[in-house]
C-alpha cells in the first residue's frame, strides 16, 4: 500500500515564501506529482518529480528526495490567488498500477495581504 | 485546448435513486479515473479504466456503485440506490498510459452530488 502525508493548513503573507512537504511510503515508485486545487474546482497539474532534485518552474519549485521518501513544493512570491489546496499525490508503478496517482489529504494554504 | 468534461455538474436526488453520471475523456488517453472527493476523505480513487477495460475499482463499493466504459469517448458512474453518505463531488480524470511527465491525469470540472 501507499501512505502520504502532508500538513493539513499553512498561512503564509502575500509576496512571502511557503514551503509544503510531503512524505510517503510506497513499492514501485515510479513519480510524484503536485497538484492545486481552488475551492470549489478541479485539481490542476503543476509539478512533477521522478528523479531527484529540484524542478523549478516561475514562481513554483518542486524538491524530490527518493531515498527519503520526502518531497516539497515551495511556493515563492506569494500572491492572493495562490490561496487553494495543495495535493502530493505519488504514482506506483506495475502491470496493474499503470500510471494510477495516490493522492495525500491535500496542505490548505492561505495567503493573507 | 483538450479537457475532460463531465455532466451533469451539480444533482440532488432522494434517497434511493439512481444517479448517473458521464465523463467524456480527452481525445487519445487511453486511460480513465473516478475520484470521489469529500472533506472528510479527501480524494479517493473508485475506478481505473485502461483502454476500456476495468482495472482497479477496489475503492468502489460492489453493491451499489458501478463503472463503465461503453466506447472510448464516454465513461459513466451509476449509484443505485443511492444513500446520504454518498453526497460528494466525483471527478473524473484521463490520462495517457506512460511514465513521462506528460502521462500525469487531467481532472474534469466534477460532479456535486448531494443526495437528502
Known amino acids: 500500500g501507499q501512505n502520504i502525508d502532508q500538513p493539513t493548513e499553512m498561512t503564509a503573507t502575500e509576496g512571502a515564501i511557503v514551503q509544503i512537504n510531503c512524505t510517503y511510503q510506497t513499492s514501485g515508485f515510479n513519480g510524484l506529482f503536485w497538484y492545486q486545487q481552488h475551492a470549489g474546482e478541479a485539481p490542476t497539474f503543476l509539478s512533477y518529480?521522478?528523479?531527484?532534485g529540484l524542478e523549478e518552474k516561475g514562481r513554483f519549485s518542486s524538491f524530490l528526495s527518493r531515498s527519503k521518501g520526502y518531497s516539497y513544493l515551495l511556493l515563492k512570491e506569494l500572491q492572493m490567488k495562490d490561496s487553494a489546496s495543495y495535493l502530493c499525490?505519488?504514482?506506483?508503478?506495475?502491470?496493474?498500477?499503470?500510471?494510477?496517482?495516490?493522492f495525500g489529504g491535500g496542505t490548505r494554504v492561505l495567503v493573507k495581504p | 485546448d483538450a479537457r475532460v468534461t463531465q455532466t451533469p455538474r451539480h444533482k440532488v436526488t432522494e434517497m434511493g435513486q439512481e444517479v448517473t453520471m458521464r465523463c467524456q475523456p480527452i481525445?487519445?488517453?487511453?486511460?480513465v479515473f473516478w475520484y470521489r472527493q469529500t472533506m472528510m476523505q479527501g480524494l479517493e480513487l473508485l475506478a481505473y479504466?485502461?483502454?476500456?477495460?476495468?482495472?482497479?475499482d477496489s475503492g468502489m463499493p460492489k453493491d451499489r456503485f458501478s463503472a463503465e466504459m461503453p466506447d472510448a469517448t464516454l465513461a459513466t458512474l451509476k449509484i443505485q440506490p443511492s444513500e446520504p453518505r454518498d453526497s460528494a463531488v466525483y471527478f473524473c480524470?484521463?490520462?495517457?498510459?506512460?511514465?513521462?511527465?506528460?502521462?500525469?491525469?487531467?481532472f474534469g470540472p466534477g460532479t456535486r452530488l448531494t443526495v437528502l
Open positions: 479504466f485502461r483502454n476500456r477495460a476495468p482495472l482497479d
Open positions: 518529480n521522478v528523479l531527484d
Open positions: 499525490a505519488v504514482r506506483a508503478w506495475g502491470r496493474a498500477a499503470g500510471n494510477k496517482l495516490t
Open positions: 481525445l487519445g488517453h487511453n486511460t
Open positions: 480524470a484521463s490520462g495517457r498510459l506512460g511514465l513521462a511527465v506528460a502521462d500525469t491525469q487531467y
